[in-house]
């Protein structure tokens, strides 16, 4: 079954650290890739997409992504992480749910980041 | 350009009750997207609706759960007789079409759901 994998459910990071928080999917049809940021008690906010072209995707507050579609992965970096981006982060990929059906957006489970000031 | 709006915030509801969340999306966007959240299993995609049609209700629970998308007014997800395993937060998100999707899906803010 399709489905997205984040294999870091908890990180814990102090300021200034480099971060890089892994996501893969198995679907292998045409893909829109998204990284979402929950912060505490929030609602989800798109930090970046991918759809097409360059594989290196520049979101908001510092946060890229590369799409590697050799290995299904579309994991998400920040060099220096600051207290504020304590938050939940989602990876999510539109997946097709059945032969000719909808494009779904598919979360991963999650990863919280905890930042020490 | 008001977002996706979800009321109410908090709903308590005692077992056996009926829950009502809403769901009003962007202005332009006619394809809804309701997800549950428990905490350490991430977002469950429910069902996927357009104006006035499901489209896709494979992660909908089978009894008590139910979603519409009426050509007026907000996108409701039911659930009858609740039980304490229905606690969680329930989001809704919208976009403009199923794949064109420049600014990604927009998310409300949530209805968390507790059941007593």
């Known amino acids: 079954a399709q489905s997205v994998s984040q294999h870091n459910h908890h990180v814990i990071l102090s300021e200034a650290a480099s971060l890089e928080l892994g996501c893969n999917y198995s679907?292998?049809?045409?893909?829109?890739l998204f990284w979402y940021v929950q912060y505490p008690g929030q609602h989800l906010q798109l930090l970046l997409k991918y759809f097409s072209g360059d594989p290196l995707v520049k979101g908001i507050k510092g946060f890229e992504a590369e799409f590697i579609k050799s290995k299904f992965s579309f994991n998400l970096r920040k060099p220096s992480v600051q207290w504020s981006d304590t938050a939940e982060y989602f990876c999510a990929v539109n997946i097709r749910h059945a032969s000719g059906g909808s494009y779904i957006p598919t979360f991963g489970r999650g990863t919280s980041l905890i930042v020490h000031p | 350009n008001a977002g996706v709006m979800q009321n109410p915030r908090h709903l308590v509801r005692r077992r056996g009750q009926e829950a009502r969340l809403r769901c009003s999306p962007m202005k332009g966007h006619s394809h809804v997207y309701w997800y549950r959240q428990l905490p350490e299993e991430g977002l469950k995609f429910m069902v996927y609706l357009q104006k006035e049609n499901i489209i896709d209700e494979s992660g909908m629970p089978k009894e008590r759960f139910s979603a519409e998308f009426p050509k007026e007014g907000p996108s409701i997800l039911r659930i009858q007789q609740v039980v304490r395993g229905d606690s969680a937060a329930y989001f809704c998100?919208?976009?403009?079409?199923?794949?064109?999707?420049?600014?990604?899906?927009?998310f409300g803010s949530g209805t968390r759901l507790t059941v007593v």
């Open positions: 998100a919208s976009s403009p079409s199923p794949i064109k999707i420049p600014d990604g899906y927009t």
């Open positions: 679907y292998g049809g045409t893909v829109n």
